[in-house]
């Protein structure tokens, strides 16, 4: 039988790095959301419906909200670290925890790409992650055709370890991902 260590308690102190900041959810937040449904993309892989009106953004941000206190996740919003606006999401999950495993996903907002926010969100996820003692690694799947995600993800000290050929189901159609991941050793 495999015992899962329980999920830690929502960071004391919230993770930052460069120009943004990790913090809970908020009702606001459903405006980024909206804008984020309108890429053609997103939509397709997680539960953000695509062209979400206000109250299917506002209930999107309530499921990541609900993603600690299920044990499943942490959901961060990706804020600017002087404004406060929500810029995107980021999340690292936890089912692996107990081999030590733990996957991230992260989106921003169209109009706020290009600016390292990806980048800096995924160390300052890092940073939080790895005071987690029973994580040894973080894993990103990156489809190959996502130059921006990749950049981040290197940006952000991944490695890429391989092609995984027909892993996921994305939109009905079985799609390659690019396996890329950070382990504890190797953490500036």
Aim: charged share 20%.
């Amino acid at each position: 039988m495999d015992i899962s260590p329980e999920i830690p308690p929502w960071p004391a102190v919230a993770p930052s790095r460069g120009n943004v900041i990790l913090r809970r959810f908020e009702d606001g937040d459903a405006a980024m959301a909206m804008e984020l449904s309108k890429d053609p993309y997103v939509p397709t892989v997680g539960t953000l419906p695509a062209n979400a009106t206000h109250d299917e953004a506002l209930a999107w941000v309530g499921r990541q909200r609900r993603h600690h206190g299920r044990g499943t996740a942490f959901a961060f919003s990706i804020a600017d670290a002087e404004t406060g606006r929500c810029l995107g999401q980021i999340g690292l999950w936890l089912r692996e925890l107990g081999a030590g495993r733990a996957q991230a996903g992260y989106a921003v907002s169209p109009e706020d790409r290009g600016r390292g926010v990806a980048a800096n969100a995924l160390l300052a996820l890092c940073g939080f992650a790895w005071t987690i003692p029973e994580l040894h690694r973080i894993e990103l799947y990156i489809e190959p055709w996502n130059t921006g995600s990749v950049r981040s993800a290197e940006n952000a000290g991944f490695s890429r370890e391989g092609l995984l050929r027909s892993h996921q189901e994305i939109a009905g159609v079985r799609r390659d991902m690019l396996l890329y991941a950070a382990v504890r050793e190797a953490v500036p």
